[in-house]
């Protein structure tokens, strides 16, 4: 069992950054694919992040290629998300998530076993 919790959540104006962090319990988190969903209001949640096990690779969606940067430190059990320049279309609840696969296929929700509460990130225009 893993338990997953986010903070770093807040509101910022468009342009600038926040850095997202999940706290994961467990001994095991280095084996850990990790991703980051968010879910804005009316739409589905949707892939943002994704690191592979012990971090070697990183996977984005299009829409954050080059503003956000996940990364990984399992001697902290921490997984973070860095996100810069901002926009208001990144307005959403961020949500961390482990999957205990190789994660193959790390933009399907459903691949991942374990989801943090979710963290609110408002971006003012």
């Known amino acids: 069992q893993v338990q997953l919790v986010e903070s770093g959540g807040g509101l910022v104006q468009a342009g600038g950054s926040l850095r997202l962090s999940c706290a994961a319990s467990g001994r095991t988190f280095s084996s850990y694919t990790m991703g980051w969903f968010r879910q804005a209001p009316g739409k589905e949640r949707e892939f943002v992040a994704a690191?592979?096990?012990?971090?070697?690779?990183?996977y984005y969606t299009n829409s954050v290629k080059g503003r956000f940067v996940i990364s990984r430190d399992n001697a902290k059990n921490t997984v973070y998300l860095q996100m810069n320049s901002l926009k208001p279309e990144d307005t959403a609840i961020y949500y961390c998530a482990a999957d205990r696969g190789g994660g193959a296929r790390y933009p399907l929700s459903s691949e991942y076993e374990y989801w943090g509460q979710g963290t609110q990130v408002t971006v003012s225009s």
């Open positions: 690191i592979i096990r012990s971090g070697g690779s990183t």
